[in-house]
């Protein structure tokens, strides 16, 4: 069987898989995991993603810092963390700085938040490799930060509206990743987008174990499952499943720079 989900953005360092990591991850191939981006949220998590990626040849790794780890964070030593990530960054396995991005959903200081996302975008310049950012209730900034930086960048999870995809694909790179949110029933601007978006401007992701597409809403999530994020993208779209994951994984490859096979 060929091989055709790219999942964009997962977390498989989750406690929800420390009971059966090891199996849930031997399993996906021959579910037709072709490939899955771990990512870090902090540098614990980032350097489990590379040990991952070492492990398993469908994995790659993202080592980035997380707004929601900003309680966590001495921000008088920010440089310090952005240095760490950057090493780990130096990875062969490592595809992408992230996750980062802005979160005004949780009650987090935007100031630390602002300058980690901002130091972040700057390292993803310097050494040439995308970012992978997290919105969370904070399309304006992080639209003013797109604009500043025009990176190579994923808008993860994407929760804004058609317009708002306009105006992100303006500048520089910048691709959006659809999840399981697609597949549920309440789902109304996430439908708009998948029908709107340019195909050659989408990824699918999991971010599991979380969001886990219907008809499993609720239950644990993994890349495998991604086959009902890219059936209902399909339906509607009025593409056929083939073409949505052959897509799919195409810009996949191409954003994060692995090669098709
Ligand atoms: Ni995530």
Known sequence: MEKMIFDAH??????????????????????GV??????????KSSLESIKYAEKYEYIYAAAGIHPE?????????????IEQI????????????????????????KEPQHLLF???????ASINKPIIIHDREAHADTLGYIKKYCPTGLLHCYSGSVEMLKEIFRYG?????????VTYKNARVPVEVAKEVPINKLLLETDAPYLTPVPFRGKRND???????????????????????????????????????
């Open 69 to 81: 780890t900003v309680p966590e964070i001495d921000i008088t030593i920010i440089d310090d963390y």
């Open 86 to 109: 950057a090493q780990l960054a130096q990875h062969k396995k490592v595809v992408a700085i992230g996750e980062t991005g802005l979160d005004y959903y949780w009650d987090i200081p």
């Open 10 to 31: 997962a977390h498989y360092n989750d406690i929800k898989f420390d009971d059966d990591r090891e199996s849930v991850l031997n399993s996906l191939p021959d579910k």
């Open 173 to 181: 790179d910048m691709c959006i990743s659809l999840g399981g949110v």
């Open 223 to 261: 890349s495998s499952l991604i086959m009902y994020t890219a059936q209902r993208t399909a339906e509607i779209r009025g593409m056929t499943l083939d073409d949505v994951l052959k897509y799919t994984k195409e810009n996949a490859c191409r954003f994060y720079g692995v090669e098709y096979k």
């Open 34 to 43: 072709f490939a899955a981006v771990n990512n870090g949220t902090d540098y």
């Open 118 to 124: 901002e130091k972040q975008l700057q390292l993803a």
